[in-house]
């Protein structure tokens, strides 16, 4: 049993930056294929980034391409994701799942989720 722990989200104004960070105790997180999930009031929860066990394939939605950066610490079992540059619209509680099915383009996540982290940008 996979237990996840999110951690970093905060009040930022537009603009800034956060990171996020996802500790994970139980199974055997270096062999885990890892994600970024965001869900905002009203809205279904979607992908935000994914990543391969190795951290060397990264995943990420058209929203945040070249805001957003995924990796992990296999050592230290957890993930991370830096947010730059954030917008109002990715004002959401940010959830990270574990040993989901990565593909080149997509991620399904499994049923290992955290408690989430709720980020809000403020304009």
């Known amino acids: 049993q996979v237990q996840l722990v999110e951690s970093g989200g905060g009040l930022v104004q537009a603009g800034g930056s956060l990171r996020l960070s996802c500790a994970a105790s139980?199974?055997?997180?270096?062999?885990?294929?890892m994600a970024w999930f965001r869900q905002a009031p009203g809205k279904e929860r979607e992908v935000v980034a994914a990543?391969?066990?190795?951290?060397?394939?990264?995943y990420y939605a058209d929203s945040v391409k070249g805001r957003f950066t995924i990796s992990r610490d296999n050592a230290k079992t957890t993930l991370f994701l830096q947010m730059n540059s954030l917008k109002c619209e990715d004002t959401a509680v940010y959830y990270c799942?574990?040993?989901?099915?990565?593909?080149?383009?997509?991620?399904?996540?499994?049923?290992?989720w955290g408690q989430g982290s709720q980020v809000t940008v403020s304009s």
């Open positions: 799942n574990a040993d989901g099915v990565y593909g080149v383009s997509w991620y399904r996540p499994s049923d290992y």
């Open positions: 139980g199974g055997t997180f270096s062999s885990y294929a």
């Open positions: 990543t391969t066990w190795s951290g060397l394939s990264t």
